[in-house]
């Protein structure tokens, strides 16, 4: 069955560093996803991507965040200069368009910045 | 905006007793609910979804929930626990009515762990 893969599964960062989490979805999927959860709260969405361009994104999601999707199977999520709150898990997510929405999640990727 | 609520922050049950987790949301037009898995190191796997019809739904690993639209639940329930459930259960809404929302409202999770 295939899945969503995501990359690192654990990442260590200093306060102000910029980091990159990436996310393979899978192949024939055409929506994506960031949702993160800091440690004992909620899965919160971050942002939704469609057709190379954002299509809903949340407050959390603000100038220090962007995605990109550089080259048709990877799914990116990068934090310019990481602050002590961003450290959470961090799970990327996909759905194909007739999934009736369906989305499938990575296993997460956990970010702790120092 | 929508809000999910786990009743529940950790259970512990023996092998072969019966579950019950609560799921409560609020929103105020019809939604798509959600029980996602995640077992440890693993991702989040879908165990079941209500869209519409039948409110009593049935998902893997012998995972049933209930929809019950006059108390915005849809708890989840297993009649016979394994060990093998050990993991974390999240509830998840999303409004049907679309016009372009796809993101899912989760709850706190709920954690379980089942001993042998």
């Known amino acids: 069955e295939p899945e969503v893969t995501q990359t690192p599964s654990h990442q260590v960062t200093q306060m102000g560093q910029e980091v990159i989490l990436r996310c393979v979805p899978i192949s024939n999927h055409l929506y994506f996803y960031w949702y993160r959860q800091i440690l004992g709260q909620k899965v919160e969405f971050l942002v939704s991507f469609y057709n190379n361009e954002i299509s809903e994104k949340s407050e959390i999601f603000d100038d220090q965040f962007s995605v990109e999707r550089p080259d048709g199977s990877n799914f990116t999520l990068k934090i310019r200069s990481t602050k002590l709150e961003d450290s959470a898990m961090y799970f990327c997510?996909?759905?194909?368009?007739?999934?009736?929405?369906?989305?499938?999640f990575g296993a997460g990727t956990r970010l702790s910045v120092l | 905006a929508q809000s999910v609520s786990q009743h529940n922050h950790h259970v512990i049950l023996s092998e072969a007793a019966s579950l019950e987790l609560g799921c409560n949301y609020s929103?105020?037009?019809?939604?798509?609910l959600f029980w996602y898995v995640q077992y440890p190191g693993q991702h989040l796997q879908l165990l079941l979804k209500y869209f519409s019809g039948d409110p009593l739904v049935k998902g893997i690993k012998g995972f049933e929930a209930e929809f019950i639209k006059s108390k915005f639940s849809f708890n989840l329930r297993k009649p016979s626990v394994q060990w093998s459930d050990t993991a974390e259960y999240f509830c998840?809404?999303?409004?049907?009515?679309?016009?372009?929302?796809?993101?899912?409202?989760f709850g706190k999770g709920t954690k379980l762990s089942v001993i042998p």
């Open positions: 997510a996909s759905k194909r368009r007739e999934a009736k929405n369906i989305q499938y």
């Open positions: 929103y105020g037009g019809t939604v798509n």
């Open positions: 998840a809404v999303l409004p049907s009515s679309g016009a372009g929302s796809y993101q899912l409202t």
